[in-house]
């Protein structure tokens, strides 16, 4: 006589717990949510501390020089700056083509323009402007620029960049303590551009 095999186990339903579940008794896989981007990091406090503390003015002389050759530079730059627009606007235009049949080129396509863009800045950090050259080391032309710059922001814009150039006397410390009273506070979570300038939010409330 033949051995009888023993019974896979059963559930408190009556269904053989060897075996999945088919049909309509089989149990839901969870709904399939995106996945949350990676955290960006705030600047690190060795970067920041960098620009933290202010730099002494120019001297005189330095200034300008600098603003001479500013004034001599100006009009290249700015043909410089309508060639760079519209070899971006016309190598868009082609990529845009290109990423819609290649959707993995879009990536390094834009980190081209980044780059390219990196290395040519809408304002170059040794210009020195005419008001720049008169009141660069007075500690209230920095504040009024400042100031400036945050009351033109409107009510909907969370965050605003502050150039270099506009706080480099007062530093990044200086830069909050003027900023603070008017609602704006240093950005977290956004990417750190501390050779442009420091990225502020405006606080809640």
């Not at 500013?70 to 016309?90: D, G, K, S």
């Not at 081209?112 to 304002?123: E, I, N, Y």
């Amino acid at each position: 006589m033949q051995p009888s095999l023993p019974h896979p186990p059963y559930g408190p339903n009556g269904q053989n717990a060897a075996y999945p579940q088919v049909g309509h008794q089989a149990q839901a896989h969870p709904a399939y949510t995106q996945p949350a981007p990676w955290p960006t990091a705030p600047p690190p406090a060795a970067a920041l501390s960098a620009v933290w503390e202010p730099r002494p003015p120019r001297s005189k002389t330095d200034r300008r020089l600098r603003y001479t050759l500013t004034v001599l530079y100006f009009p290249f730059h700015v043909v410089l700056w309508l060639a760079i627009t519209a070899f971006v606007v016309a190598y868009g235009l082609v990529m845009e083509v290109v990423c819609g049949i290649l959707p993995f080129l879009e990536r390094p396509v834009m980190n081209l323009v980044d780059r390219t863009l990196g290395v040519f800045p809408a304002r170059p950090r040794w210009w020195t402007s005419w008001s720049e050259l008169r009141r660069e080391d007075d500690p209230a032309f920095h504040r009024e620029r400042i100031e400036k710059q945050l009351r033109k922001q409107k009510p909907t814009q969370r965050t605003t960049l502050i150039w270099t150039h506009k706080y480099r006397c007062v530093g990044a410390r200086g830069l909050l303590d003027i900023a603070a009273p008017h609602g704006w506070t240093l950005s977290e979570g956004a990417p750190a551009r501390l050779r442009e300038g420091i990225e502020l939010s405006r606080t809640a409330g």
